[in-house]
């Protein structure tokens, strides 16, 4: 599973969450950060923002707002660079996915993923999209892949870091890009108590609460517990019972 969209959209809060409901379920939840797993390079395209761009580091908060200057930064030049970069990011997840395969997680989930990245490139440019369709068709698909579609406006709220103007276009690279490739499931702007339980909704038509019954049941048994978790009546329970 992968989380993307905007800064300030609300990935954390609703990975925080679902990571610890797939826990209380019983189940194991591997977590990948994109900038500190996967992407290459990561302390040179720090200082670059820092030192080239003169921008802020850190994390931004609505007591201390920064002012981040590295991928809101756009021109030809770093254009290429970034079209270099993600190839060799694209093919770091291509390695990382194929160790993920071996693993004993029933849930790896992706803090970002390579669709963050080309968000970043200027989609309306038809070679732009014709990069970024070969990176999604290399990279290896997650089951399934949310996009949290959150106003620009309140996410700058919640993590003032860039320029409205920039997320507000970023959003929209978000959406052409999910037209072209067809890569996310959009959850739309909402409240996050909102945005969780229509996460768990999708989710259950994907695992059905059989299935994570029996999951769940196997987990107690190796552990030797000998409870077992009641049926839930209707699909709906699924969230209430984890």
């Given at each position: 599973?992968?989380?993307?969209?905007?800064?300030?959209?609300?990935?954390?809060?609703?990975?925080?969450?679902?990571?610890?409901?797939?826990?209380?379920?019983?189940?194991?939840?591997?977590?990948i950060?994109?900038?500190?797993?996967?992407?290459?390079?990561?302390?040179?395209?720090e200082?670059?923002?820092?030192?080239?761009?003169?921008?802020d580091?850190?994390?931004?908060?609505?007591d201390?707002?920064?002012?981040?200057?590295?991928?809101?930064?756009?021109?030809?030049?770093?254009?290429?660079?970034?079209?270099?970069l993600?190839?060799?990011?694209?093919?770091?997840?291509?390695?990382?996915?194929?160790?993920?395969?071996k693993?004993?997680?029933?849930?790896?989930?992706?803090?970002?993923?390579?669709?963050?990245?080309?968000?970043?490139?200027?989609?309306?440019?038809?070679?732009?999209?014709?990069?970024?369709?070969?990176?999604?068709?290399?990279?290896?698909?997650?089951?399934?892949?949310?996009?949290?579609?959150?106003?620009?406006?309140?996410?700058?709220?919640?993590?003032?870091?860039?320029?409205?103007?920039?997320?507000?276009?970023?959003?929209?690279?978000?959406?052409?890009?999910?037209?072209?490739?067809?890569?996310?499931?959009?959850?739309?702007?909402?409240?996050?108590?909102?945005?969780?339980?229509?996460?768990?909704?999708?989710?259950?038509?994907?695992?059905?609460?059989?299935?994570?019954?029996?999951?769940t049941?196997?987990?107690?048994?190796?552990?030797?517990?000998?409870?077992?978790?009641?049926?839930?009546?209707?699909?709906?329970?699924?969230?209430?019972?984890?």
């Amino acid at each position: 599973m992968s989380f993307s969209g905007i800064d300030g959209a609300g990935k954390s809060t609703q990975i925080e969450s679902l990571c610890a409901r797939l826990k209380e379920a019983g189940l194991a939840v591997e977590l990948i950060t994109f900038w500190n797993d996967i992407a290459k390079l990561t302390r040179i395209r720090e200082a670059a923002g820092h030192t080239l761009f003169t921008g802020d580091k850190g994390v931004g908060t609505p007591d201390t707002p920064i002012n981040r200057r590295d991928k809101n930064v756009q021109s030809r030049l770093m254009t290429a660079v970034r079209l270099c970069l993600y190839f060799v990011d694209t093919v770091s997840l291509r390695l990382v996915m194929g160790k993920l395969a071996k693993s004993d997680a029933d849930f790896v989930i992706f803090d970002r993923y390579i669709y963050d990245e080309l968000a970043n490139l200027p989609l309306r440019n038809p070679a732009a999209r014709f990069y970024a369709r070969l990176m999604v068709k290399l990279s290896p698909k997650p089951d399934v892949g949310y996009l949290l579609d959150a106003d620009p406006v309140q996410a700058r709220a919640r993590k003032p870091e860039y320029p409205i103007e920039f997320l507000l276009a970023n959003r929209a690279s978000y959406l052409t890009l999910n037209d072209a490739v067809g890569a996310m499931t959009i959850i739309a702007s909402m409240p996050a108590q909102d945005v969780e339980r229509q996460v768990w909704k999708h989710l259950q038509t994907l695992l059905s609460p059989a299935e994570m019954k029996k999951r769940t049941t196997e987990t107690l048994v190796d552990s030797g517990d000998p409870g077992v978790p009641a049926r839930p009546e209707e699909p709906d329970a699924l969230p209430s019972a984890l």
